[in-house]
């Protein structure tokens, strides 16, 4: 149960970080939040299930960007 909760809390460190800066790479994920590279994995994985980021490979890195989100009102 303990997991599942720090996983929760470092996906809620990555979304706002990559809505504030937008697309960042795994390597900067990590740096930028302090955090490691499993704990960075496990976080994107959970936002990428929930369908909240998109992740692309670009010069044989991987990256990760906010999902773009169309809301409709009434």
Known sequence: M???TRIGLN???VWRILNEK???SMFDL???LGLTFED???AVGWLVRENKLLLRKK???LFASIEDVE???G
């Open 40 to 42: 960075v994995a496990l």
């Open 22 to 24: 937008g697309e960042l």
């Open 2 to 4: 303990m997991e599942k």
């Open 59 to 61: 010069e044989g890195m």
């Open 11 to 13: 996906a809620g460190k």
């Open 30 to 32: 990590c740096r930028d």
């Open 71 to 73: 809301f409709t009102f």
